[in-house]
């Protein structure tokens, strides 16, 4: 850690530094005056391809710059959003932000990078949510193969029938589903059966537990399960090469953690994407120009 004169250790911002305050708990104003103010933004955090480690995408990871306590965490407001109903224009703003950058990097950068955003199931309620969608997509061009959701399982049970419309007319538009935090909700596979979905999200608790014999199996398990139902496998929160190892064997497709990148910035993004060499990021432009 380097120093001052007076030895006060610099600590250099990362954006995954949040500020840790166990009892902070925002109120609705207070959420309400932060989107006005444009407090909230998104990092991102790199996803690849296994074995072959070639970078596949980016999840957007929502983060709020408060004036006093610092970067805090989306686990201390979403909920306080969900509860007071704010998550509708704070899921917006996710969604359009995404888009945004997107189009910035497609046409400023000629990077084709497909962003997933997390989606709460509160915003599947809102009748506007898949035009909205489309609108931003069509508004900003960008395909909708390059837009991923990430829904978790209450998304799918709550309101089945609704659920089935909203991924049809998504899927429909060329925009990817994920189920994430998979293993932790309550969706029977009776359920999950009847939904055509493209990603497995394997939640980080399965991965930490990966290289115990139980563990293990049970990761397998669940990479089969996601095959079986013709999606492909994503395990988040990967740390360390053992977890990645057993992954590898066990056929997941793609891993996302600590180990390979931590959530960055929209700038540190972009020159960690130039530098992956992944041709892919590339090629719609270098089509583009040949012919
Ligand atoms: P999630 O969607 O499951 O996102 C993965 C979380 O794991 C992120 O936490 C990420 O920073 C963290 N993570 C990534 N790699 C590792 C790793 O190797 N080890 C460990 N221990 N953790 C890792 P984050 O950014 O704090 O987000 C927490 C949750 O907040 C997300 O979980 C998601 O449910 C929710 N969230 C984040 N952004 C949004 C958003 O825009 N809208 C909604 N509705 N929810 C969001
Ligand atoms: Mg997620
Ligand atoms: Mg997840
Ligand atoms: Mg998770």
Redesign the pocket.
């Known amino acids: 850690v380097a120093q001052t004169s007076d030895n006060t250790p610099i600590v250099q911002y990362r954006p ?1 530094m949040l500020a840790s305050c166990a009892e902070y708990r925002p109120d609705y104003n207070e959420l309400k005056l932060a989107l006005k103010n444009r407090e909230f933004f998104l990092v991102y ?1 790199p996803k690849f391809d296994l074995p072959s480690m070639q970078l596949q995408g980016l ?4 983060r709020w710059r408060h004036p006093l306590r610092g970067v805090v ?3 201390v407001f ?1 909920s306080v959003a969900e509860q007071t109903g704010l ?1 509708a224009a704070i ?1 917006d703003w ?1 969604v359009k932000a995404a888009i945004m950058q997107m189009e910035s990097w497609q046409r400023q950068e000629g990077v084709y990078v497909s962003v997933a ?4 199931p509160l915003q599947l309620k809102d009748d506007g949510f898949v035009a909205r969608i489309k609108a931003l997509l069509n508004l900003n061009g960008i395909a909708g193969e390059f837009l991923q959701l ?1 829904l978790t399982e209450s998304s799918l049970i709550e309101d089945p029938r609704r659920a089935h419309t909203i991924i049809a007319e998504l899927r429909s538009a060329g925009v990817q589903i994920a189920l ?2 998979f293993g932790t909700g309550y969706s029977s596979l009776a359920a999950l059966q009847t939904y055509q979905l493209d990603y497995l999200k394997m939640d ?1 608790s399965f991965v930490q537990k990966i290289q115990t014999r139980q563990g293990r199996s049970v990761s397998h398990a669940i990479i089969q399960l996601g095959h079986a139902l013709e999606m492909r496998v994503i395990a ?4 360390n090469a053992e977890q990645e190892a057993a992954l590898c064997a066990l056929t997941c497709d793609q891993v ?4 390979y990148s931590h ?1 960055l910035s929209a700038d540190q993004c972009l020159a960690f994407m130039k530098q992956s060499g992944s041709p892919d990021l590339f090629a719609v432009e270098e089509a583009s120009v040949a012919s």
């Open positions: 995954e955090q999840e957007a990871l929502l965490s989306p686990l979403i998550i899921g996710v955003v997390n989606v709460s990430e994430d935090d980080k988040e929160g990967v740390e996302q953690g600590f180990l959530p």
